[in-house]
C-alpha cells in the first residue's frame, strides 16, 4: 500500500530536478516581486491610514484588470504549450500573435473603463472609520491611478512575450527581467516618496511613478533578450511579417480561451466583491486585509508558481502526445506542492503576526492584521490543492470547467457568503473571514473529482 502510494505521489531525483529547475526562477522571480511589493507597502504605510487604503484600493482594482491580461495570455498559453511541445514553432508562434492582440486590447478596454469610471470604484471600498478621511483616501487613489495607468501597456505586451519564452521552458531571463524592475521600483519607491537626495517628495504619486519605471524596463529587457535571441525563441520567426491568425488557430483558441479569459476577470472581480463587502466594516478592515494581504503573498508564491508549472509540464507531455506521463506528473508535482505550502503554511502561521508591528498604523490594525494573516495561514495548503486542480485542468483545454470551478464558485457562493456575513450577521469580522476562506474546502472536493476523471487527459494539437 506505502509502495503503491510512494509510486503515485512521489518522484525520482529526475523529475523533481526538471520541476525545481523550472519552478526555481519563477519562484524567486515572484519572490522578490511581492517582497517589494511588501517593502512598497511598508513605505507607503509610513504616509498614513488613507494613503494605506487608497493604494490598496486602487491596487485591487488594478488586480482585475491584471488578472484580465493573464487571462488573456493564457488563452494562448493552452495551445503554445502544446505546440512546443509537438515541436510546432510556427503554430507557437500564431498562438503569440493571439496573446499580443488580446493583451492590448484587454489593456484599451481597461483604460476606459478606470478613465470613466476610476472614481466611483474607489469610493465603493471607503466608508467611515473613526480618525480616517474617505474623502482624502479617494483624493489620493485617484492620483495613484491616474499616474498608475501609464504602466499597463508595457505591462501587456510584457505578458504576451514573457509566457511564450516560459513555454519553452526558459524562465531564468524573465526572472532576470523582475529582479532589475524591482530593485529599480524599491530604491526609486525610497527616493520618490520620502524625497532622497535630489528627488522630490512625492508620496503616493511616487510609489505610483516607481512602479511604471519599472514596468517599462521589465518590459524592455524581455523585449530585447527575445529578438536578439532567434535560435532559442523560433516563434519570433516571422511574427511581425504579418497580422493574419489561420482561422483553424484563431477559432478554437477564442473557443477555449474565451471561457479562460471571462474566468480570470469574473474571478478578479469576485475576490474584489468579496473585499468590498468587508469593507464595509471600516476603513481599519481595508488597511488590515491591505498588511494581511501583502504578508500572505510573500508566502503564498511556492504554491502559486508550483501550479503554474504544470500547466506547461502537463502540457507539453499531452502535446506530445504522452498521456500516462502527463497524468503522473500531474499526480506528483500536486502532492509536492501541497507539501511545500503546508510548511509555508506552518512558518506563517507562527511568524506572521511579526511583520503588522512594523507599519505606522494604531495597534487595532496590527491586531486585526494579525488575526487575518493566523486565518489565512490555516486555509493556504487547502488553496494550494484547488491552484494545482485549476492549472490541471486548464493544461487539457478544460477552460469551460475551470469557468465554474473558478468564478462562478467565488460569484455564487463566496461573494454571496461574504455579502450575508458582513452586512446582516453579528459575527465579527475575523470569522466572516475564516468563513469566507474555509469554502476552499468545497473546491478542494470539486476539483479531487474532476481531475481524477481524467477530463484534462486531450492533445489538442
Not at 478596454?109 to 478606470?114: D, H, K, L, T
Not at 464595509?280 to 511556492?302: K, P
Request: hydrophobic letters at 55%.
Amino acid at each position: 500500500m506505502l509502495t503503491k502510494i510512494k509510486n503515485k505521489y512521489i518522484g525520482d531525483k529526475a523529475f523533481y530536478r526538471r520541476y525545481i529547475f523550472l519552478a526555481t526562477p519563477m519562484i524567486i522571480q515572484q519572490a522578490i516581486t511581492n517582497f517589494v511589493s511588501f517593502l512598497d507597502n511598508l513605505m507607503v504605510g509610513q504616509l498614513g491610514q488613507e494613503s494605506i487604503s487608497a493604494v490598496a484600493t486602487v491596487n485591487q482594482l488594478n488586480f482585475v484588470f491584471m488578472l484580465a491580461i493573464f487571462g488573456a495570455a493564457s488563452a494562448g498559453s493552452i495551445y503554445g504549450a502544446q505546440y512546443f511541445g509537438k515541436g510546432d514553432h510556427k503554430g507557437h508562434m500564431y498562438t503569440f500573435r493571439f496573446k499580443l492582440y488580446a493583451t492590448l486590447l484587454a489593456t484599451f478596454i481597461g483604460i476606459i473603463i478606470f478613465k470613466i469610471w476610476g472614481s466611483n470604484l474607489i469610493a465603493l471600498f471607503l466608508t467611515e472609520s473613526e480618525g480616517a478621511s474617505p474623502e482624502l483616501a479617494l483624493s489620493l487613489g485617484l492620483e495613484y491611478l491616474g499616474i498608475i495607468l501609464v504602466g499597463l501597456i508595457p505591462f501587456a505586451v510584457n505578458q504576451a512575450y514573457a509566457t511564450n519564452i516560459k513555454e519553452t521552458g526558459q524562465t531564468v531571463v524573465p526572472m532576470i527581467a523582475g529582479l532589475v524592475a524591482v530593485a529599480t521600483n524599491a530604491i526609486l519607491d525610497y527616493c520618490l516618496i520620502f524625497g532622497f537626495g535630489p528627488f522630490p517628495q512625492l508620496g503616493v504619486a511616487g510609489a505610483a511613478i516607481a512602479t511604471v519605471i519599472a514596468r517599462y524596463i521589465e518590459a524592455a529587457i524581455v523585449i530585447i533578450w527575445a529578438h536578439t535571441h532567434n535560435a532559442s525563441n523560433k516563434y519570433l520567426v516571422g511574427a511581425y511579417r504579418g497580422f493574419g491568425i489561420p482561422k483553424n488557430i484563431f477559432v478554437p483558441i477564442v473557443i477555449k480561451g474565451a471561457p479562460l479569459m471571462l474566468n480570470e476577470v469574473l474571478w478578479a472581480a469576485g475576490v474584489s466583491a468579496v473585499t468590498q463587502s468587508y469593507s464595509i466594516r471600516g476603513m481599519n478592515v481595508l488597511t488590515a486585509l491591505s498588511i494581511s494581504n501583502t504578508v500572505g503573498n510573500l508566502f503564498n508564491i511556492v504554491f502559486i508558481q508550483l501550479g503554474a508549472c504544470i500547466s506547461i509540464i502537463v502540457g507539453q507531455y499531452l502535446g506530445a502526445g504522452e498521456l500516462k506521463a502527463a497524468k503522473d506528473a500531474d499526480n506528483k508535482m500536486t502532492a509536492f506542492s501541497v507539501f511545500c505550502c503546508t510548511i509555508m503554511a506552518i512558518i506563517m502561521f507562527a511568524f506572521g503576526g511579526l511583520f503588522p508591528q512594523i507599519y505606522n498604523v494604531s495597534s487595532d490594525i496590527r491586531a486585526l492584521a494579525t488575526r487575518f494573516i493566523t486565518v489565512a495561514a490555516i486555509w493556504m495548503p487547502f488553496c494550494s490543492f484547488s491552484h494545482c486542480s485549476y492549472f490541471t485542468l486548464r493544461s487539457g483545454g478544460k477552460t469551460l470547467v475551470t469557468f465554474l470551478f473558478d468564478s462562478v464558485f467565488t460569484w455564487v457562493i463566496m461573494a454571496p457568503l461574504a455579502f450575508v456575513l458582513a452586512h446582516f450577521s453579528p459575527l465579527g469580522i475575523v470569522a466572516i473571514y475564516f468563513f469566507v476562506q474555509g469554502t476552499e474546502l468545497i473546491k478542494n472536493v470539486i476539483g479531487y473529482f474532476m481531475v481524477k476523471s481524467d477530463v484534462w487527459l486531450v492533445q489538442m494539437v
